[in-house]
């Protein structure tokens, strides 16, 4: 398969070969196609798929193809959660869109919003912008969408996690309810399957997971330790000076900053990202870390998609990710441009489903580490014993046969 069987129009085409790209990822491969019938799509895909092109080739020449408007509106509007991500897809529209007449801004906060209203009053077809901002140029009359076709929402659920989705709901009250709507999103809560579920008309649902395989030159291990155990067991680790340059990774806001105290606390230089943060903050962390000025950098899943450095050595799950495709997300972090990587993951008795999981995802059972000073010899035990009837717990099991009533040992 090449960009030459997707039917793209020639401008495309030429600039795809000028810039290097003659196959295309998966989820290229499927939306393309689908985009140009002017068909919505839920679309699953991690950052790194190529997701960005998937869109912004087919929204061009759609755009190019279509009659423009007398009012001279925009046409096409691409929502994103952060300033760095606008300023991303902006430049695909202009590597991609160099051969073609059409206009384009990014409007984001952080910035004096003057030079994007003085853009404004020019024609443009094409609007990315992070919701905040526009909402506010919006409220100021700057801004119309009256005249939007296309709708692109990326990152969806990243704009959950830092608190957009009203925003994102405002905006979408006030565009033409006539549209092609094309929705990104990694991962699926419930609040971004309902927002989907309420936006999409008979949508061309698309699914790009990470590999079912790891790299091979990481080397995994696990340590099973109680939850009120691993913060001393990370500072244990920690104590050896070789492991430098380490993402860890939290399951939620409140865990990052916690984890990011306790490390400083004991004089480690750390420091927390996630969507809570300003934006300003997120950048000076991570500039902090590629720097070597910050040693450990603890992230939430959706705030660590904007880390990319090659020659990070560590990546530890302080806490397992409850979608066992997450992993294989994480640990990609490290072992990359052909380095050697590490990744070592923590487990509590709750997380052991999560670890089921992951290693069936894997095909690979991950090694434990034992006899470290804050082992569990119980879970071990557990791991390696033939499942057996439960004994009586002396509680009856909740209605729908809950775990309520089970085991100790089945629990986990």
Same mark, same amino acid.
């Given at each position: 398969?090449?960009?030459? !069987?997707?039917?793209?129009?020639? %401008?495309?085409?030429?600039?795809?070969?000028?810039?290097?790209?003659?196959?295309?990822? %998966?989820?290229?491969?499927?939306?393309?196609?689908?985009?140009?019938? !002017?068909?919505?799509?839920?679309?699953?895909?991690?950052?790194?798929?190529?997701?960005?092109?998937?869109?912004?080739?087919?929204?061009?020449?759609?755009?190019?193809?279509?009659?423009?408007?007398?009012?001279?509106?925009?046409?096409?509007?691409?929502?994103?959660?952060? @300033?760095?991500?606008?300023?991303?897809?902006?430049?695909?529209?202009?590597?991609?869109?160099?051969?073609?007449?059409?206009?384009?801004?990014?409007?984001? $906060?952080?910035?004096?919003?003057?030079?994007?209203?003085?853009?404004?009053?020019?024609?443009?077809?094409?609007?990315?912008?992070?919701?905040?901002?526009?909402?506010?140029?919006?409220?100021? @009359?700057?801004?119309?969408? !009256?005249?939007?076709?296309?709708?692109?929402?990326?990152?969806?659920?990243?704009?959950?996690?830092? $608190?957009?989705?009203?925003? #994102?709901?405002? *905006?979408?009250?006030?565009?033409?309810?006539?549209?092609?709507?094309?929705?990104?999103?990694?991962?699926?809560?419930?609040?971004?399957?309902?927002?989907?579920?309420? &936006?999409?008309? !008979?949508?061309?649902?698309?699914? *790009?997971?990470?590999?079912?395989?790891?790299?091979?030159?990481?080397?995994?291990?696990?340590?099973?330790?109680?939850?009120?155990?691993?913060?001393? &067991?990370?500072? =244990?680790?920690?104590?050896?000076?070789?492991?430098?340059? #380490?993402?860890?990774?939290?399951?939620?806001?409140?865990?990052?900053?916690? +984890?990011?105290?306790? &490390?400083?606390?004991?004089?480690?230089?750390?420091?927390?990202?996630?969507?809570?943060?300003?934006?300003?903050?997120?950048?000076?962390?991570?500039?902090?870390?590629?720097?070597?000025? #910050?040693?450990?950098?603890?992230?939430?899943?959706?705030?660590?998609?904007?880390?990319?450095?090659?020659?990070? $050595?560590?990546? +530890?799950?302080?806490?397992?990710?409850?979608?066992?495709?997450?992993? #294989?997300?994480? *640990?990609? @972090?490290? $072992?990359?441009?052909?380095?050697?990587?590490?990744?070592?993951?923590?487990?509590?008795?709750?997380?052991?489903?999560?670890?089921?999981?992951?290693?069936?995802?894997?095909?690979?059972?991950? %090694?434990?580490?034992?006899?470290?000073?804050?082992?569990?010899?119980?879970? =071990?035990?557990?791991?390696?014993?033939?499942?057996?009837?439960?004994?009586?717990?002396? @509680?009856?099991?909740?209605?729908?046969?809950?775990?309520?009533?089970?085991?100790?040992?089945?629990?986990?």
């Amino acid at each position: 398969m090449s960009f030459n !069987n997707l039917q793209l129009i020639a %401008p495309l085409l030429k600039a795809l070969s000028e810039a290097g790209y003659t196959t295309p990822t %998966p989820v290229q491969e499927k939306s393309i196609p689908v985009i140009l019938q !002017n068909r919505d799509i839920l679309a699953c895909a991690q950052t790194g798929t190529g997701k960005t092109a998937s869109f912004a080739l087919p929204l061009l020449q759609l755009l190019h193809q279509e009659p423009e408007a007398a009012n001279k509106n925009c046409r096409a509007l691409i929502l994103v959660p952060t @300033r760095e991500l606008a300023l991303q897809v902006a430049e695909s529209f202009s590597d991609y869109g160099k051969y073609l007449p059409l206009k384009h801004v990014a409007i984001f $906060g952080g910035v004096s919003q003057h030079q994007q209203v003085k853009a404004l009053r020019e024609h443009v077809d094409i609007l990315i912008a992070t919701p905040g901002r526009l909402l506010d140029l919006m409220n100021q @009359r700057h801004v119309s969408l !009256n005249g939007i076709k296309h709708l692109v929402l990326d990152e969806a659920d990243r704009m959950l996690d830092m $608190g957009f989705i009203t925003d #994102v709901q405002k *905006i979408l009250y006030r565009m033409p309810a006539q549209r092609q709507t094309i929705f990104f999103s990694a991962t699926m809560p419930p609040e971004i399957q309902h927002l989907s579920d309420s &936006l999409l008309k !008979n949508p061309e649902k698309i699914a *790009i997971t990470p590999p079912s395989t790891t790299v091979e030159l990481i080397q995994q291990s696990l340590y099973y330790t109680e939850k009120q155990n691993k913060s001393s &067991l990370l500072l =244990h680790l920690l104590k050896d000076e070789t492991i430098t340059s #380490v993402l860890v990774f939290a399951r939620t806001k409140y865990g990052a900053d916690k +984890i990011a105290k306790n &490390l400083t606390r004991a004089g480690i230089r750390a420091a927390a990202i996630h969507g809570d943060k300003t934006q300003s903050s997120r950048q000076r962390s991570l500039l902090n870390f590629k720097t070597g000025a #910050v040693r450990v950098l603890v992230a939430t899943d959706i705030a660590a998609r904007g880390i990319d450095i090659d020659d990070m $050595g560590y990546v +530890i799950n302080y806490e397992l990710p409850n979608q066992p495709e997450t992993y #294989v997300h994480r *640990i990609g @972090r490290t $072992g990359r441009a052909g380095a050697a990587g590490t990744a070592i993951s923590f487990c509590d008795y709750e997380e052991k489903i999560y670890l089921r999981d992951i290693q069936k995802l894997i095909k690979q059972t991950i %090694p434990v580490v034992k006899d470290h000073p804050f082992d569990v010899p119980l879970m =071990h035990a557990v791991e390696q014993a033939p499942a057996q009837p439960a004994p009586w717990s002396g @509680r009856k099991k909740g209605p729908g046969g809950s775990r309520r009533g089970r085991s100790f040992l089945q629990r986990i």
